[in-house]
């Protein structure tokens, strides 16, 4: 399109999105990027470029990324949380965390009476099993959310689903916090990850932590469920582009 037709076509307003990010911030990147995609998707041929583009507000609160070890950051973690939403209260129709672990706030959030409406990773989840009728999964995460304890934003997915225990839990938060420090792309990543999910029954494997949907081209038979892609969705849906089926 030519910047004579693009300064010409009419701009229609969508409703804003928000982004609560920074445990850690390249979650909140990922989140970003997965909106323009489904976007970009579900517009098609209609897409006219830049001026389709749903609106985003983001707020990234490095302190959220104390997350990781919540049994002791729990009220500091919370603290930070709750000035994070209030900065995006009002500003947006919808917003979302970028964080599996903080998704354990979700009641205390609901309590807030917020003008904007949360979406929950959780929820989310949940209409997604029920809609795709899976039956048997594994969740993996951090060491508090894969284990489903009073922890886990995801405590109650066994009411709905059979859990598969997710292997090697300490080995699995390490490399969370290596793809954390190192980024996606340091060598070894990969190949730890692999060996983990070879260790899975269950064919169906949720990527319950924004950072391990970040490690691409996985040697791995299993369906892998990138929870984030799909609260991505669920907030373009508030925006107004809903999604077609395929």
Known sequence: MSDTDLSGALYKARPRLGIITGSGPEAGMDMWAKLLVENRRRLGSAFRGDIDAPAVRLVSEPELGLSMELERTEEKVWQALRDAI??????????AIACNTLNLFAERILDLRLN???VSF????EHWIHRSGTRRLCLLGGRQVAALGNWSP???LPQVAVCEAAPNSEALHQLIYDIKAHGAAYPGLNARFEALLSQIEADTV??????LPLLASLNTNKTLVDVTQLVAQALLDRSGVIATEN
Request: aromatic letters at 16%; a negative charge; charged letters at 15%.
């Open 206 to 211: 949720l990527l319950a932590c924004t950072e």
């Open 122 to 125: 959780q929820g989310v989840l």
């Open 116 to 118: 904007s409406e949360f």
């Open 154 to 156: 995801y405590r109650n």
């Open 86 to 95: 209030y900065a995006l209260d009002g500003q947006v129709a919808a917003f």
